[in-house]
């Protein structure tokens, strides 16, 4: 791939990316229902595709699913400290990732 050429079916100026970027980090970030969550991170994911960095999504979408059933074995299976230690770290990664993405 060759810098500068467009690759996906889209193209977005810079700074549209990064309105887009802050206002998706913004709303993942205050978003109260875990699966509003997961419709604003798929969301994501499908504007990625578009923007033809499909590898790349497919990666952070399977890192993502990583962290919810890390989250999900800490709630259920962690006890004490421990599941407060983990239920804790992993919610943080789970509101940062999809920054990354």
Same mark, same amino acid.
């Given at each position: /791939?060759? %810098? #500068?050429?467009?690759?996906?079916?889209?193209? =977005?100026?810079?700074?549209?990316?990064l309105l887009l970027l802050t206002l998706g980090s913004i709303s993942v970030f205050v978003m109260p229902d875990p699966r509003l969550e997961y !419709?604003?991170?798929g969301a994501t994911a499908v504007l990625g !595709? /578009? =923007? #033809?960095? #499909?590898? %790349?999504? =497919?990666?952070?979408i399977i890192w993502y699913g990583v962290v919810i059933g890390a989250s999900f074995l800490g709630i259920t299976y962690a006890s004490g400290e421990i599941q407060i230690v983990i239920v804790a770290s992993v919610l943080f990664l789970r509101k940062l990732f999809p920054t990354v993405m």
């Open positions: /791939m060759k %810098f #500068g050429v467009a690759t996906g079916l889209i193209r =977005l100026d810079p700074r549209t990316k !419709v604003l991170v !595709v /578009m =923007l #033809g960095t #499909g590898r %790349f999504m =497919l990666r952070s």
